[in-house]
Each structure stands twice: as structure tokens, then as C-alpha cells.
């Protein structure tokens, strides 16, 4: 438990009621999940996992241990529960991946997690369908690779966001990766970091696209050069869910030696300052809300680091809103980058075995993996370019996808996760295909983000066209079917902005395929030249958007 901060004590008449800040003084703990998190530090149930339940069996497991500390090594009871098993979250901090890793967690879901994997798009793998009593030899098989599910999920430093090109990327400013791996060394694996009010995500990227989605991060830190020298500029306090806030800039240029001292004093005011009297308010950007960036960088310099931070230029300015890495990209060296596209982030473990093969012999054995569920295997030749794309062809994993397949993400949704109520990888395959076969051969990308409830892990919010899961009446008189609630015009990059919700709109899935065509060609027909989709509906007059999404609703 942090120490308490000399001199803090609960402000009178602030507010009515605490927020049950440590740093105030309020140390007991108002939520069940809480009083868990202080009863023993949910990093300690490790033992318990390997040395009890794993020989005893599902039953044996304390509802506090699987509610809740079990999280702290990525394990979540999957749906339904009575069958007793585990979605794992495997974290790849930075993307960053090896083939021997890629096979490793390949041949792990071949053989404990009937044969799926779900790439994320936090950079990290979720296996399903795990056992308790295989998860010793699953995590000893990912120890031998160097991987983890340590952390992966709970109430920590959540899995460090970067470029997947990074350290190759011809134009970058900085390669970000020793950033990367040094914040996730210093934040991970410790009880100083073990208990924050909530999850804490970071990302930090040395790219002129900024693909590591900074504007909704807790800490997002972009480089830029300023006067010759290279740094980060930080943004603080993002996060979607159904209360989306962007990240906000503390206007300070951090260069590379502090980046570790400022994500660690970052973190540490969230954890004594965070708000801990309701789980529903207890992410950072409910605090950055209440206080501002000022004052949160005032505390920051104040109480946690060494001396002031250098005020910084405007943002550096960010190129794009597609941030696929698809296809083929020059590395600085010569060679290429090939990225290519699972299924809306579902992949196999034989799939994976396959990807591991090809890395080792096209490439040198280095694989990424994106921020918007894709994968690339680096180090290609120019002459092994074609032969890696058929390949990958092959296996079903194309580097040059339909414009549907390329932008398209989904959430786990309700095949293995418990609070979905729809289906979502299944829903986004079809509609991939129905969509491929309504508008052939389009070449412009639309971000079409499928989520299975408002917790928004496939960013519905950001996308070009975000849909959101919801039961709809069924209009043939039957039980509620699977439906989605409607945001439009969402996106990151510059001019950055939250999708518009639809008021009262509600589109049954079986009815998407037509509604997503309608809206995507009238976007087509009626667009000035290069103009996204969310540059294109974001100009509309309200009535003329109206119009736009009756139409397409027909
Ligand atoms: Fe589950 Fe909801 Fe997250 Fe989808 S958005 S994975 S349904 S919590």
C-alpha cells in the first residue's frame, strides 16, 4: 500500500462525499473489489493458481481469487461459466514478438485452447478455452519464450502501446522500443503498482502516425522534434467505455532519458489520487476531468518528479487515420514489412504455427503485431516479397484484403465474453463478406468497429462507423434479436472526434449489411476527392445526415 502523502488530509466541503482518495487519507475500502485488493495483493495468487487450484480443479477456487485477483495474470471465467474455463491475455508489450513466441502461444492454443486465438487491439493475444489444470504448463511453456500473462489484465499498468514498425520505419523520429520495454519493466511485476484504482493504460510511440492511439490513453506519449532535438510530447487521461474521454495534452516536452520517470509519476498519482469510491468512476480520466491538465501536471511536477518538465510546442501534427500497416512497407534497411489481416482479430493457433514458419524463413524471425488487430512479419527481401503475400494467401491471412476486411475490428463479444449481448466475431466475418459481395472491388477503407456491450474494446467510438451491441425487438414478433446501437463519424488523427450516436437508432444485425452498403455508397458517390468517410459525414448539415442514415436505413 502506498505511504501516505505527508500533510494530505480529507478536504472539507470539497465535495460531499470522498472520492476515497489514498492520498486524502480515505484508505478503507468502499467496493467489494477493493477489500479484496487489500485483503492480499492479487499478485500473491499466483501460488495459489499453481499449488491449489490447478491440482484441485475449477471448484476450488475463492470467488475473490476468480473474480477478481485472477485477473492480475489475465484470466477471465469465460462464458458460460459453469463450464469452468478461461479466456487468457497474454501482454506483448510494443507489439513486439519473435516467431519461437508466435509459435509457442500457437501450438499452446492448439493444444489447450482448441485451436482459437484472438489477436487484440492492445497489441496482445487471448487464448480461450483454458483449463485450470493446464494453466502451469501453459504459463511455463510462455516463460521459456519470455512471455507473460502477468498483468495483463486488472487493476495495473494494462500492456504498453507502440509502433509495430518501430526501430524499422524509414521516417520515424525515434524508435520507441527501448521507451517501451523500460516503462514496462519499471511498472510491471511490483506491489508499488499492483493496486491502482482501475486499469491504466500507456503507449508510447516514435512515429510520424501515431498509431499507437495516444489521444485515449492514460499516459499516450507521441515523439516530435522540437529545436533539433527529439522527445515526446504526453497526453494523459483518455479512455473510451460508455463514458469516452480524450486524452489531454499536459503541454510539456519530455525527452527520452525522463520518459520513465515521467510515466512512473504518471502512474503513481493515479494510484494515490485516483478516485476509489466506485468502480464505475475510477479510471483517470474521471480525475483529469475534475482537475485539468494543469493542475495535474502541477501535482505531477510537484509531488512526483525530480524537477519541473520543459513546456512543449503545440502536437505534433499526425499524417493518418488509417493505421493498418497493411501490405507492403519500405523498412529504413531495404527489406520490407508485410502486414497482414486476420479475420476481425480471430486467428488460429495453427494459423499462428504457420505465421512462425514463414517469419523464420522469408524474414529474420520478427513479427508485430498493430493496434488495429493485424499482424506483420518483418526483414523480407524484395525478392521474397510475392512469394511471403501468396504464402499468407495461402493460409488465409491476406496482406491485401478487401477494403472491408482491411478496417474492420471486433470485440471477443458473446462467444466467450460475459457481459457481450451479441455476437461479434461471427457477426463481423459475415458482414465482411456480404459487404465484399454488395460493393466489389472498393479500395477505400471504412472503419467498421463491432462491440458486443458499451465497454468499447473495439473503440466503437472511433471508428468511421461504430456499432455498438443491443437486443432489438424482433420485428417478426419473436424474442429480442442481436442488434446495434449507431455512432458515425468517429475518428483519431488530426481533428480527432467521437462518432456521432445516432439517437433511436438501432440496426438489427441481419439488417447490416445493407444499411453499412447504403451509408458507404452514398459516401462514394457523393464525397469530394480523398475525403474519408468521417471528414465526409462530419460536414454534413445535420438534415442532410439525416437524410444520409434514413436512406440507408431504406
Ligand atoms: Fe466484452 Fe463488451 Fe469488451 Fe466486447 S466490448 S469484449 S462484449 S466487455
Known amino acids: 500500500m502506498a505511504e501516505q502523502i505527508p500533510g494530505a488530509a480529507p478536504r472539507k466541503g470539497a465535495r460531499r462525499r470522498s472520492e476515497s482518495q489514498w492520498a486524502m487519507g480515505y484508505y478503507e475500502p468502499q467496493t467489494p473489489a477493493e477489500r479484496v485488493k487489500r485483503d492480499q495483493d492479487a499478485l500473491e495468487v499466483f501460488d495459489r493458481i499453481v499449488n491449489l487450484h490447478a491440482k484441485e480443479g475449477f471448484r476450488s477456487i475463492m470467488p475473490q481469487d476468480l473474480n477478481v485477483r485472477y485477473r492480475w495474470y489475465g484470466l477471465y471465467t469465460q462464458r458460460p461459466e459453469e463450464d469452468g474455463l478461461f479466456m487468457m491475455r497474454i501482454r506483448v508489450p510494443g507489439g513486439v514478438l519473435s516467431a519461437d513466441q508466435v509459435e509457442a502461444i500457437g501450438r499452446i492454443s492448439q493444444t489447450y485452447g ?3 486465438a484472438d489477436v487484440t487491439d492492445r497489441q496482445n493475444f487471448q487464448l480461450h478455452n483454458i483449463r485450470i489444470e493446464d494453466v502451469p504448463d501453459v504459463w511455463a511453456r510462455l516463460s521459456a519464450v519470455q512471455l507473460s500473462t502477468q498483468e495483463a489484465c486488472g487493476d495495473v499498468p494494462r500492456n504498453i502501446l507502440g509502433c509495430p514498425l518501430a526501430g524499422i520505419a524509414a521516417d520515424e523520429l525515434i524508435d520507441a522500443t527501448p521507451y517501451v520495454l523500460a516503462v514496462n519493466n519499471r511498472l ?4 508499488e503498482f499492483s493496486n491502482l484504482p482501475r486499469k491504466f493504460k500507456t503507449s508510447i510511440s516514435g512515429c510520424r502516425d501515431q498509431c499507437a492511439v495516444h489521444e485515449i490513453m492514460d499516459i499516450g506519449m507521441v515523439a516530435h522534434e522540437v529545436g533539433g532535438r527529439v522527445g515526446f510530447d504526453v497526453w494523459s487521461g483518455g479512455g473510451l467505455g460508455p463514458n469516452p474521454h480524450f486524452a489531454q495534452r499536459l503541454g510539456a516536452f519530455v525527452p527520452p532519458e525522463r520518459v520513465v520517470e515521467v510515466a512512473v509519476g504518471i502512474v503513481s498519482l493515479f494510484r494515490d489520487y485516483g478516485y476509489r469510491r466506485s468502480r464505475n468512476h475510477a479510471r ?3 480525475l483529469m476531468a475534475d482537475w485539468g491538465a494543469e493542475k495535474l501536471r502541477e501535482t505531477l511536477e510537484q509531488v512526483y518528479l525530480t524537477r519541473p518538465l520543459e513546456d512543449g510546442p503545440p502536437a505534433p501534427e499526425s499524417r493518418s487515420v488509417h493505421r493498418e500497416h497493411l501490405g507492403v512497407t519500405r523498412q529504413a534497411d531495404g527489406r520490407s514489412a508485410i502486414g497482414f489481416a486476420p479475420m476481425a482479430g480471430r486467428i488460429s493457433g495453427t494459423q499462428l504455427v504457420r505465421i512462425a514458419g514463414l517469419a523464420r524463413r522469408f524474414g529474420n524471425g520478427r513479427v508485430r503485431t498493430t ?4 499482424m506483420l512479419i518483418l526483414d523480407v527481401p ?4 510475392e512469394p511471403l ?3 499468407l494467401d495461402d493460409y488465409g491471412l491476406p496482406a491485401r484484403p478487401n477494403a472491408f ?7 471477443t463479444g458473446i462467444e466467450f465474453c460475459k457481459l457481450a449481448v451479441v455476437d461479434t466475431k461471427a457477426r463481423a466475418r459475415w458482414l465482411i463478406d456480404e459487404l465484399d459481395a454488395l460493393l466489389p472491388g472498393i479500395h477505400d477503407r471504412v472503419r467498421i468497429n463491432l462491440n458486443g456491450c458499451p465497454n468499447s474494446c473495439a473503440r466503437y467510438q472511433l471508428a468511421d462507423i461504430g456499432l455498438m451491441g443491443s437486443l432489438v425487438p424482433d420485428p417478426d414478433g419473436g424474442d429480442r434479436i442481436d442488434g446495434f446501437q449507431v455512432h458515425l463519424g468517429g475518428k483519431l488523427g488530426g481533428q480527432y472526434q467521437f462518432g456521432k450516436k445516432q439517437k433511436g437508432l438501432r440496426v438489427a444485425g441481419r439488417d447490416l449489411p445493407k444499411f453499412v452498403a447504403g451509408l458507404v455508397g452514398t459516401w462514394l458517390e457523393h464525397r469530394d476527392e480523398g475525403q474519408d468517410f468521417s471528414e465526409w459525414f462530419n460536414e454534413l448539415e445535420p438534415a442532410e445526415a439525416e437524410t444520409v442514415v434514413a436512406g440507408a436505413r431504406g
Not at 510491471?188 to 506491489?191: A, E, H, L, R
Not at 493496434?371 to 493485424?374: A, G, H, L, P, V
Request: proline content about 0%; glycine content about 4%; charged content about 30%.
Open 389 to 391: 503475400i501468396t504464402a
Open 188 to 191: 510491471t511485476g511490483t506491489k
Open 405 to 411: 476486411r482491411a478496417s474492420t475490428m471486433a470485440c
Open 114 to 116: 482448441q485451436d482459437v
Open 371 to 374: 493496434t488495429q488487430q493485424k
Open 382 to 385: 524484395e525478392e521474397d516479397v
Open 284 to 286: 483517470l480520466k474521471f
